[in-house]
Every structure is written in structure tokens, then in C-alpha cells.
T-cell receptor, first 112, second 112 residues
Framework: EDQVTQSPEALRLQEGESSSLNCSYT??????LFWYRQDPGKGPEFLFT???AGEEKEKERLKATLTKKESFLHITAPKPEDSATYLC?????????????FGKGTKLTVNP | DVKVTQSSRYLVKRTGEKVFLECVQD?????MFWYRQDPGLGLRLIYF???????EKGDIPEGYSVSREKKERFSLILESASTNQTSMYLC???????????FGAGTRLSVL
């Protein structure tokens, strides 16, 4: 069974304090790994897609990396507006599935 | 920009009522999805559709049905609402895998 585990469940940072969020996965052939940001009471907003080990993508203060077993979302010098829940999801290659399997998310709070 | 529109942000219904949640996307996407999101349980797939009039059960289809008569519209139906269906409901759409799922803003449903 495909599984995604995110850690930590919650993370509090001071503004400017860099850190990383982890997404560990087990999947029968990875088709893609997706990172989303979700603000309270809103739908998830797409951030990144990674397809193969060694791939990296950046957007402003965020950088996503991928290995064969996990992905990291690195946050450099975060600001209070980066506070949100970050979701990781994987799409399996087996069976041509269109489905995403989501982790439970990491709730990030950045204090000024 | 991709737009996924859910017809209601908030709904309050009575136990036993029939409830319709509507979702419309404007990007000619083949795939459409319905999820529910609950604290501590994350995003769980209810149903998805990969073409007009085609549907597949997700992980938690019990108590729900869906309808897709037109490519741009995907409806979630609660035949007889129950209190355990109180949740945040999220609709998403995508092109064929592996492709980004774009989410609507969500409908927060309360069943009293």
C-alpha cells in the first residue's frame, strides 16, 4: 500500500530561522511527488512537482528536493506569511493511477 | 490560470437531507476529484472521474455518489446526510497523470 508520512506534525520558527520539512514515502514506482501549501479554511495551493531522485526546485524562500525514499521542503529565512500547512503527495506509476496519496501535513508557524 | 469553483463555501444541512456539492473547472481537464479533509486524518479521496460519465471509487466512497454529465462539472451527492459527514469537502481537477491537481476553495459542510 502506498504511504506518505510527513514530519514534524507542527513546527514553530522565528522569523529568519531556516529549517526543513520531511516527507517520507513508500510507493510502487513513483510517477511524481507534489508539494502543496494550504492556508486555514482554503484549498491546497500547488507549489512543486518532482519526478526523479536528485531533482530540485526552488520558489522564493522554498526549495524542494527528492531522493528515492523522501523529499524535503527547505525554508530559508522564513517570514510570518510563510505560516501555513504544507502537504506532500505522491502519485504511483503502477496501474496508471490518476490518484494522489497525501500525507497529513506539517503545520508551520513563523513568529515575527 | 486554472480555476476550480465550488458552488458553496459553507453549508448547513439536517440529518437525512439530500445534499449536492457542485464543482466546475474551466481548463478542459479530463480528471476531477472529490476529497474530504478532517483534522488528524488529512485528505481522503471519495471519488474521482477520468472522463464524462466515468467514475471510480476512492478510499471512502460509502455514503456518497457522484455525477459527471459534462466535462467541466463534477457533483458530489450525499443521499442521506449524517452527522459523521460534517467535514471540509475539496474538489480538484487535473490533466492525465502525472499532472498537477488544482483545488477549489472548499465547502465546509455541517450536518446537524
Amino acid at each position: 500500500e502506498d504511504q506518505v508520512t510527513q514530519s514534524p506534525e507542527a513546527l514553530r520558527l522565528q522569523e529568519g530561522e531556516s529549517s526543513s520539512l520531511n516527507c517520507s514515502y513508500t510507493v510502487s514506482g513513483l510517477r511524481g511527488l507534489f508539494w502543496y501549501r494550504q492556508d486555514p479554511g482554503k484549498g491546497p495551493e500547488f507549489l512543486f512537482t518532482l519526478y526523479s531522485a536528485g531533482e530540485e526546485k526552488e520558489k522564493e524562500r522554498l526549495k524542494a528536493t527528492l531522493t528515492k525514499k523522501e523529499s524535503f521542503l527547505h525554508i530559508t529565512a522564513p517570514k510570518p506569511e510563510d505560516s501555513a500547512t504544507y502537504l506532500c503527495a505522491v502519485q504511483a506509476a503502477q496501474g496508471g493511477s490518476e490518484k494522489l496519496v497525501f500525507g497529513k501535513g506539517t503545520k508551520l508557524t513563523v513568529n515575527p | 490560470d486554472v480555476k476550480v469553483t465550488q458552488s458553496s463555501r459553507y453549508l448547513v444541512k439536517r440529518t437525512g437531507e439530500k445534499v449536492f456539492l457542485e464543482c466546475v473547472q474551466d481548463m478542459d481537464h479530463e480528471n476531477m476529484f472529490w476529497y474530504r479533509q478532517d483534522p488528524g486524518l488529512g485528505l481522503r479521496l471519495i471519488y474521482f472521474s477520468y472522463d464524462v460519465k466515468m467514475k471510480e471509487k476512492g478510499d471512502i466512497p460509502e455514503g456518497y455518489s457522484v455525477s459527471r454529465e459534462k466535462k467541466e462539472r463534477f457533483s458530489l451527492i450525499l443521499e442521506s446526510a449524517s452527522t459523521n459527514q460534517t467535514s471540509m469537502y475539496l474538489c480538484a481537477s487535473s490533466l492525465r497523470a502525472p499532472n498537477i491537481q488544482y483545488f477549489g476553495a472548499g465547502t465546509r459542510l455541517s450536518v446537524l
